[in-house]
């Protein structure tokens, strides 16, 4: 088992294009969470999704940000018009069920010039 | 809204020292605790979590729900020890998303 898979792994964008980051949950689980690591600060959740559900989106800035986890193929964080207070590092991680422990992927730096 | 302090960004021991990791929470009801850590250039992944009672790598963490506390300590620092750790709360029935606090690293000198 790969484990949790994100592409990619860093990222670049100028100010006003758009980001997006991909997360391959590992084999077997259906649940995925992002989360997103400022510099200097911890991380921070930001939406929580089984396969073609938004469960809990508490954490998603209201503008610019979206997530989906299609019944086929990767989750996708994608990020619109990105601006600098964009850049971090945003980290998915993946479970069986909501009680189990969750497991994280590497993360994907994003830097926005 | 729940909240995790780490209240120390570096701590530094030497070898073979006692640590001590602080945590403290903040959050009414009854939440799950967890130490997460991040060796370098490695994932974060689970160290362990207050409802097993483990003592994992040497380390543990009592829950004290009176100073809303879950430090994590470990009596006999070793040097493959260095790395940043993370604590972190979910709350029941709320979709186990975590909360994070700022995490403290942890260097262990020779």
């Known amino acids: 088992n790969a484990g949790v898979m994100q592409n990619p792994r860093h990222l670049v964008r100028r100010r006003g294009q758009e980001a997006r980051l991909r997360c391959s949950p590992m084999?077997?689980?259906?649940?995925v969470y992002w989360y997103r690591q400022l510099p200097e600060e911890g991380l921070k959740f930001m939406v929580y999704?089984?396969?073609?559900?938004?469960?809990?989106e508490s954490g998603m800035p209201k503008e610019r940000f979206s997530a989906e986890f299609p019944k086929e193929g990767p989750s996708i964080l994608r990020i619109q018009q990105v601006v600098r207070g964009d850049s971090a590092a945003y980290f998915c991680?993946?479970?069986?069920?909501?009680?189990?422990?969750?497991?994280f992927g590497p993360g994907t730096r994003l830097t926005v010039t | 809204a729940q909240r995790v302090t780490q209240p120390e960004k570096l701590l530094s021991v030497f070898k073979g020292a006692p640590v001590e990791l602080k945590c403290n929470y903040s959050y009414s009801g009854s939440p799950e605790l967890f130490w997460y850590v991040q060796y370098s250039r490695q994932r974060l992944q689970l160290l362990l979590r207050h409802i097993s009672r483990e003592s994992i790598k040497g380390f543990t963490a009592d829950l004290n729900k009176g100073e809303t506390s879950f430090h994590l300590k470990k009596p006999f620092a070793q040097e493959e020890d260095s790395a940043m750790y993370y604590c972190?709360?979910?709350?029941?029935?709320?979709?186990?998303?975590?909360?994070f606090g700022g995490g403290t690293r942890l260097m262990v000198k020779p």
């Open positions: 991680a993946s479970s069986q069920d909501r009680k189990y422990e969750q497991y």
């Open positions: 972190a709360l979910s709350i029941n029935n709320a979709g186990n998303m975590l909360t």
């Open positions: 084999k077997g689980h259906s649940h």
């Open positions: 999704l089984q396969k073609e559900n938004i469960i809990d």
